[in-house]
């Protein structure tokens, strides 16, 4: 069992930054990939990035590629999301997520999630 709870978010302007943190409970926390997903209101979740276990490999959705960054630290069972240059499209509801298994070469789909956090709100204002 893994418990995932972020921290982070808030409301953010346009072109700054927010970094999202999620506290993962459980001793094999190395041995999930690990993800962020995004809700906005009116619409489905949404990959956003994945990171592998031993955080070597990283995977991102195209829409925030090259801004956003996603790491772990397995020591501290904690993975994190740093946004930078944010706009209003990024408002979301942010989910941490886990999958089964160590390698991360796709997105993760959504019906592979095997653990999921409640999520925490971010809002840009423009």
């Known amino acids: 069992q893994v418990q995932l709870v972020e921290s982070g978010g808030g409301l953010v302007q346009a072109g700054g930054s927010a970094r999202l943190s999620c506290a993962a409970s459980?001793?094999?926390?190395?041995?999930?990939?690990m993800g962020w997903f995004r809700q906005a209101p009116g619409k489905e979740r949404e990959f956003v990035a994945a990171?592998?276990?031993?955080?070597?490999?990283?995977y991102y959705a195209d829409s925030v590629k090259g801004r956003f960054t996603i790491s772990r630290d397995n020591a501290k069972n904690a993975v994190y999301l740093q946004m930078n240059i944010v706009q209003p499209a990024d408002t979301a509801v942010y989910s941490c997520?886990?999958?089964?298994?160590?390698?991360?070469?796709?997105?993760?789909?959504?019906?592979?999630?095997?653990?999921w956090g409640q999520g925490t709100q971010v809002t840009v204002s423009s």
């Open positions: 459980g001793r094999t926390f190395s041995n999930y990939v």
């Open positions: 997520a886990a999958r089964s298994g160590m390698d991360v070469t796709r997105p993760i789909e959504v019906h592979e999630v095997r653990y």
């Open positions: 990171i592998n276990g031993s955080g070597g490999r990283r």
